[in-house]
Structure formats: structure tokens, C-alpha cells
């Protein structure tokens, strides 16, 4: 019996939304992928300068990740706010706000500078650095701290232009700062021989440099439009209330990152090895659903600033629809590889029995991977961010109490997964429930 036309999934392409889904889900997913290759481009430099400065490079590019994690919301609010009045038609509105968020941007970076410089020895003693790493990681943690400014305008400007439904430009400025990165990294370490800090010179010189193609690029539209350059207090005050809500997202993220890691550390040898390497996988195929999630900021803010609420929710099933096809593509990918993946990581056989276990688990959560992330980016889009607070607070509380079950029940990645997939699960129902009613279908320029 053929299924109701409500229900059937079209081919790729073959739905009116999804070229506009493409358009932007493609180039975001660049996007998504070269932002690591700013590490590993250090990591290989660095690596020829020995283990110790290797083992610093990776504890200060923790802290520096932990930081930028932490600030997110100034890609992800300023993506929805630009939106909304792309969709009302007016430009000079979206420059403006998205220009408020980066002078947040801006703001927040100079803090984090001020507050870190005195504090790089502790940052790096809490991260657990032994006497031969610590010297190497506060050098590359003082002089990259200098480049966080940088690197939050970088997300704001992100922000304005998928706003601003331009999901190209993100991508060939990473492209091209990380291509930058690679030649100063190769110059400063291996042919003038600045050591570690050469390598942290180069990082900041390349987000310096992407940062100012956001400003060049975002100034340009603003004289276009009439828009003015200058941080207005409306601005400001809306780019934080939103930032606030998100931020407590974002936290509550990390926390299951954490506390997942250290679960994991307790377990045992073979489970403190093969835990990250499955996480790893889990984050490497998170960036394709991250990608339609970011089209579904765009997408969703574009038709509730037209006032569109109808076109906001059948985007939002295409994409739905887009999320379940590649979870189901993924768990077969994962499934196929399982196999084969460990030897690529380790020849020790109780590693290799711990990993082949988790793989299983993240196979199974690929497909409802897919529909989380992608009803959180349409969230996200609609300015519903005190729902996502609660909502990924109240999956954090279900995944703690479940973690540590795992360890106390010595049930292994087995168990430390299980608990992550209730975690997915908390999360489904919560965004879909709210994805089926009304209440996050607010029309507008401005979400009231």
C-alpha cells in the first residue's frame, strides 16, 4: 500500500525546498569541516618539535576550544535575528542587528583577553598539563588568547551572512584562513624556528585576517543599505537576552561532553582509549546534520520574518526529512565500517572489543541524530531559545544520573552510550513535541 502523500519522502532535489536546503547546508557543512583543520594543520607542524610541545599545543587548543564552545550563541542568535528581517524585507535592519553582535563579539573578546592573560598558568594547570607540557602549552595559550577577539567576530559575522542566507562566504573564508594558517605554521616553526609560539603566531595572524574579511564584507552591506556601523543599546541588549538562553544551551552541552569523558576515564584503560575515538566518529559524521541544522536557522527565521508560518513548518519536515535519510545513511556507513575502523586506531584487543561495542551504539543514534540536530537549528531559527535552555537542561539531567549508573554497574561503553542515547532521546521528544504545536511559530521581524 503506498503511503499518504503527507508521508512520503521525496528524492533529493525533487521538493521545492530543497534547493535552498542545498544551497545552504552544502557550503555550512564545509564550513563545519575545515574550522578543525586549524588544529590539525598545528598538530602535524608542531609535532616535529617533539612530544612535548606537541602535548602542549593539545592542552591549550582544549582550553581555547572550551572557550569558543562556550560563545556559540554569537553565531547561532545573530543567524536568527538577521533572519527574521531578511524575511520582513529589510536589510538595513538585519546589517544593523548583526553588526550589534559583532561589537559583542568584539566586547566579549577583549574581556576574555583582559581575564585570561593573568590566568594562562592556572587555564593550563587545570587542564592537567605535567611539568614538561606546561611551559609549551601556557606559550601557545598566552599568545593565542590574543586571537579570541578575532575569533568571536569570526562567529558573529558567520551569524550575519547565513542571516543573510550567504552560507558561500563562511566557507571560503575558512578555507582560506586555514590555508593561510598552514603557510605561516610552516614558515614561523620550520623555517624561522619560533618553536610553539611561531605556530601560535600564525593561528592568530589567519583569525585576524578572516575576522576582517567578516568586517569588510558586513561593512560594505551596511553602507550599501544605510545602515549605521555604530553598537546601539537595542541592539546590544537583544543580542544578549537572546545570547543568554543559548548560552545555558551551550552549557549544558559541554557538561555531557565532560562529564561523558570522565565516566569513561574511570572505567578502565581500554574504555579511557576507546571512548574518544567514538565520540570522535559521533562528532565527524554530527557535522553533516550540524549542516542542515544551520539551514534550518537560516531558513526558518527567512519565512517568520515574511510572516510565512505555513512555509516555516513544511521547511522545517523537508528537513526533518533530510535529517532521517542521512541518519539512516550514516548507521549504515557506520555499520558496514564497524569492522574495520578499530585497526585503524589501535592493535590492542581489548580496545578493539570496547570500540566495535560503542560503535554500535552510534550507529543506532544516527537517525535520531539527524532529527534533533535539525529540529534544534529551526528552534534556533524561530528565536525559541528559552525552550531549548530547559528542554537541553532537562536532557542533561537525564543523561548524568544514567552515566553514572554506567560506571557504578561497570556496564562499559555499553552502558556510558546507553545513557547518551537517552540523553538523544530526552532531546527528540522534547524538540518534537514542541515542533508540533504552535507556540514556536512566532511571525515577525522581531520575536515579541
Known amino acids: 500500500m503506498p503511503l499518504p502523500t503527507a508521508w512520503r519522502i521525496r528524492p533529493p532535489l525533487r521538493h521545492p525546498h530543497d534547493r535552498e536546503i542545498w544551497r545552504l547546508a552544502v557550503p555550512a557543512f564545509g564550513a563545519l569541516v575545515a574550522e578543525p583543520l586549524f588544529l590539525l594543520a598545528d598538530s602535524a607542524i608542531v609535532g616535529r618539535l617533539g612530544p612535548a610541545p606537541l602535548g602542549g599545543l593539545g592542552v591549550a587548543g582544549q582550553a581555547l576550544a572550551a572557550l569558543v564552545y562556550v560563545f556559540v550563541f554569537l553565531a547561532y542568535g545573530t543567524t536568527a535575528a538577521v533572519a527574521r528581517r531578511v524575511g520582513a524585507d529589510d536589510l538595513r535592519a538585519a546589517l544593523r542587528q548583526g553588526i550589534d553582535g559583532m561589537w559583542l563579539a568584539l566586547a566579549l573578546g577583549g574581556a ?97 585576517g578572516g575576522a576582517a574579511v567578516y568586517a569588510a564584507v558586513v561593512l560594505r552591506g551596511a553602507r550599501r543599505h544605510g545602515a549605521s556601523v555604530r553598537p546601539s543599546r537595542a541592539g546590544l541588549h537583544a543580542a544578549v537576552s537572546s545570547g543568554v538562553h543559548l548560552l545555558i544551551r551551550t552549557l549544558a552541552l559541554r557538561l555531557v561532553l565532560i562529564a561523558g569523558t570522565a565516566v569513561a576515564a574511570r572505567m578502565g584503560t581500554d574504555e579511557t582509549a576507546a571512548y574518544p575515538v567514538s565520540f570522535q566518529i559521533w562528532t565527524l559524521l554530527a557535522f553533516t546534520h550540524d549542516a542542515i541544522a544551520i539551514a534550518g536557522q537560516a531558513i526558518t527565521g527567512r519565512y517568520l520574518g515574511a510572516g510565512d508560518a505555513a512555509g516555516a513548518r513544511a521547511a522545517t519536515r523537508r528537513m526533518v526529512e533530510w535529517g532521517v535519510l542521512s541518519g539512516l545513511f550514516f548507521a549504515v556507513a557506520v555499520l558496514a565500517a564497524r569492522p574495520y575502523l578499530p585497526a585503524l586506531f589501535t592493535s590492542d584487543e581489548g580496545v578493539r572489543s570496547a570500540l566495535l561495542a560503542a560503535l554500535l551504539a552510534v550507529a543506532a543514534l544516527q537517525p535520531v541524530a539527524g532529527v534533533v540536530f535539525v529540529l534544534d537549528g529551526v528552534l534556533i531559527g524561530a528565536g525559541d531559545m528559552r525552550y531549548l535552555a530547559a528542554t537541553t537542561a532537562l536532557a542533561t539531567a537525564v543523561f548524568l544520573p544514567a552515566a553514572l549508573a554506567a560506571y557504578r554497574l561497570e556496564t562499559g561503553l555499553t552502558g556510558l552510550w546507553t545513557a547518551l542515547g537517552l540523553w538523544m532521546l530526552t532531546r527528540l521528544v522534547t524538540l518534537g513535541l514542541r515542533a508540533r504545536g504552535e507556540a514556536w511559530l512566532v511571525t515577525g521581524a522581531v520575536r515579541g
Open 112 to 208: 576574555i583577553v583582559a581575564a585570561g592573560l593573568p590566568l594562562t598558568g592556572r587555564i593550563v594547570a587545570a587542564f592537567g598539563a605535567n611539568a614538561e607540557v606546561a611551559p609549551h602549552a601556557e606559550t601557545y595559550l598566552r599568545i593565542s588568547l590574543l586571537g579570541i577577539p578575532a575569533m568571536l567576530v569570526i562567529l558573529a559575522g558567520t551569524g550575519v551572512l547565513r542571516g543573510l542566507q550567504d552560507a558561500r562566504t563562511p566557507l571560503y573564508v575558512s578555507v582560506g584562513s586555514f590555508a593561510l594558517n598552514l603557510v605561516l605554521n610552516a614558515v614561523f616553526v620550520l623555517v624561522l624556528g619560533w618553536g610553539i609560539a611561531g605556530s601560535a603566531w600564525g593561528t592568530v595572524i589567519a583569525q585576524t
